[in-house]
């Protein structure tokens, strides 16, 4: 049996990645601590481990054939906290031999960021978020280079999605549902990139599955959603089936916020993604996995929203 490692296995994206992998037949193993371990999926093997204690985390991965790397360091503590990460996880990929599989995001293209985004697209440090993941990718490919860890990095829109909370979904998009009312942090008309964690989920898995065909080193990106507000908003009435308020998100209270409170500081420096027109172009992953599941966008909404129980049960759509 396939064996994979994940580490932050208690977040969003851990979560999702363990269903996906649990459903394909893998030995999941999930690396959590303190509480966070008692609220691992069912059919997860828990590894309680510490991250930040490299040889820790090297114990934990003994006998993976991949790693997922799910951390997820507090918004507020990038700076000091996702390259201590990143060295430790090559660390541990390096002495497992595994492969080491990495969800990104859209935050490496700064400002300059477009349409039908792919791979090769240049990198621009617009924020300090920018440029930390861009020194985290650029340690994976020369590790790739000098030791022979393998990376392969899938980079997606803004996620969403599975059981757990905390996405700008559930946060603001959808947060007064059962006040009948859709709130859209940017002008109504801007795409967005988004994509649907069970679906992203999946990708990792295919991946996984034909590791021996993968580069040393690889980028893909995945095609998601792309949805303007009032797209979603029209998914988001065909998911409830109801009619909703549609609502513009106001950044003028946020940036206030921030004054006094870090993590709204740091969400207002973000805020120019719900400005810039954006998608990624998802046809690399789909050359080299073949035709993955794409959950339509009403379809993930219900299912989201009936995960988080943002609605009440007697309102969602059939």
């Known amino acids: 049996m396939q064996t994979v490692v994940i580490l932050g296995a208690a977040g969003r994206i851990g979560d999702a990645a363990a269903k996906a992998f649990l459903a394909a037949g893998w030995r999941v193993r999930g690396v959590a601590r303190n509480a966070k371990a008692a609220t691992l999926r069912t ?81 621009i440090a617009s924020t300090a978020k920018a440029r930390i993941r861009m020194e985290a990718e650029e ?35 959808l947060k007064d549902l059962k006040k009948h009312v859709f709130t859209w942090p940017g002008p109504s008309d801007v795409p967005h990139a988004f994509a649907y964690l069970p679906d992203f989920a999946e990708a990792f898995v295919a991946l996984a599955e034909k590791r021996g065909s993968l580069a040393p080193f690889e980028r893909f990106h995945f ?72 959950t339509s966008p009403a379809e993930a909404l219900r299912q989201s929203i009936s995960d988080l129980g943002l609605d009440a049960p007697l309102k969602l759509a059939a």
């Open 43 to 123: 059919g997860v093997e828990v590894i309680e481990a510490d991250a930040y204690d490299r040889q820790s985390l090297i114990g934990a991965v003994d006998g993976a054939d991949v790693i997922l790397n799910a951390l997820n360091p507090k918004y507020t503590e990038w700076e000091t906290t996702v390259m201590p990460l990143a060295e430790n996880v090559m660390a541990a990929a390096e002495a497992s031999g595994a492969l080491h599989l990495f969800p990104g995001n859209v935050y490496n293209f700064g400002y300059g960021i477009g349409l039908n985004t792919g791979e090769n697209a240049p990198q």
């Open 139 to 173: 340690l994976f490919r020369r590790r790739s280079e000098e030791r022979g860890v393998r990376t392969a990095i899938l980079r997606g829109g803004d996620f969403y999605g599975g059981v757990k909370p905390e996405s700008w979904l559930d946060l603001f998009i």
């Open 223 to 294: 095609l998601g959603h792309t949805m303007t507000g009032l797209e979603m908003h029209k998914a988001a009435e065909a998911a409830t089936g109801r009619e909703l308020r549609f609502k513009t998100m106001g950044w003028t209270m946020i940036r206030l916020a921030g004054l006094v409170v870090p993590i709204a500081r740091e969400v207002a420096v973000m805020s120019y993604l719900w400005r810039t027109p954006h998608s990624l172009d998802g046809s690399k992953l789909e050359r080299f996995a073949g035709k993955l599941r794409a």
